[in-house]
């Protein structure tokens, strides 16, 4: 069995991190969507990202999976997604 460390290593090695800079910049100027996994409760609590799609983390792989009843066609767009 891995461990949590290895993997996170892995799926480091297959992701690109962005400050809150960098992706708010790549939203407005490569139209990127910055897709919110937060909690409601969070959102509500917290605030929301101007323009980000709201994705509850315990739903992310339904709604991407195109194979799924729950798919979001969003989420078949040909753009870059920004997980936050």
């Given at each position: 069995?891995?461990?949590v460390?290895?993997?996170?290593a892995?799926?480091?090695?297959?992701?690109?991190?962005?400050?809150?800079?960098?992706?708010?910049r790549r939203?407005?100027?490569?139209?990127?969507?910055i897709?919110?996994?937060?909690?409601?409760?969070?959102?509500q609590r917290?605030?929301?990202v101007?323009?980000?799609h709201h994705a509850?983390?315990?739903?992310?792989?339904f709604?991407?999976?195109?194979?799924?009843p729950y798919?979001?066609?969003?989420f078949?767009?040909?753009?870059?997604?920004?997980?936050y």
């Amino acid at each position: 069995m891995k461990s949590v460390q290895e993997m996170i290593a892995e799926a480091r090695a297959e992701i690109v991190g962005h400050t809150p800079a960098e992706a708010l910049r790549r939203q407005r100027e490569e139209n990127a969507l910055i897709v919110d996994i937060r909690d409601v409760r969070e959102l509500q609590r917290d605030g929301v990202v101007p323009g980000a799609h709201h994705a509850p983390r315990g739903m992310l792989e339904f709604w991407v999976d195109p194979s799924s009843p729950y798919h979001k066609p969003v989420f078949a767009e040909s753009r870059e997604f920004i997980f936050y």
